[in-house]
C-alpha cells in the first residue's frame, strides 16, 4: 500500500507559478504512474497530468497543456506538479494519486492523497 502526501499549495496571483510535491512512503513507488487531479467547489474531480512508472512518458488535460509540467523522482519517491500562468479557473484541491496498470485508465488511479488547496486570485 502506498500513501501519498502532497504539498506546495498556497495563495498566487493570476500568472504566477506554484510547485506542488506529493511524497509517497513505501519502496515500491517506482513501480506505480502517478497522476495530479483536481477538485473545484461545486464540481466533479478532474485529471490534471500523470506520468509513467519510468518518467519516459507524461500526459495533460487540454486545459494545463503548455502551463503545468508533471515529473518525478523515484530516488525521493516525488512527483512534482510545476504550475506556471497560473488562472483563477486553476483554483481547486489537487490530488495525487498511484496507478499499478501497464495500459493507464482513469478508474485505475487509487491511494488518494489528502489534496492541498490552491488558489489563484484575479
Known amino acids: 500500500q502506498v500513501q501519498l502526501v502532497e504539498s506546495g499549495g498556497g495563495l498566487v496571483q493570476a500568472g504566477g507559478s506554484l510547485r506542488l510535491s506529493c511524497v509517497a512512503s513505501g519502496r515500491t513507488f517506482s513501480s506505480y504512474s502517478t497522476g495530479w487531479f483536481r477538485q473545484a467547489p461545486g464540481k466533479e474531480r478532474e485529471f490534471v497530468a500523470a506520468i509513467r512508472r519510468s518518467g519516459g512518458s507524461t500526459y495533460y488535460a487540454d486545459s494545463v497543456k503548455g502551463r503545468f509540467t508533471i515529473s518525478r523522482d523515484n530516488a525521493k519517491n516525488t512527483v512534482y506538479l510545476q504550475m506556471n500562468s497560473l488562472k483563477p479557473e486553476d483554483t481547486a484541491v489537487y490530488y495525487c494519486?498511484?496507478?499499478?496498470?501497464?495500459?493507464?485508465?482513469?478508474?485505475?488511479?487509487?491511494?488518494w492523497g489528502q489534496g492541498t488547496q490552491v488558489t489563484v486570485s484575479s
Open positions: 494519486a498511484v496507478n499499478p496498470q501497464t495500459i493507464m485508465t482513469m478508474s485505475g488511479f487509487g491511494s
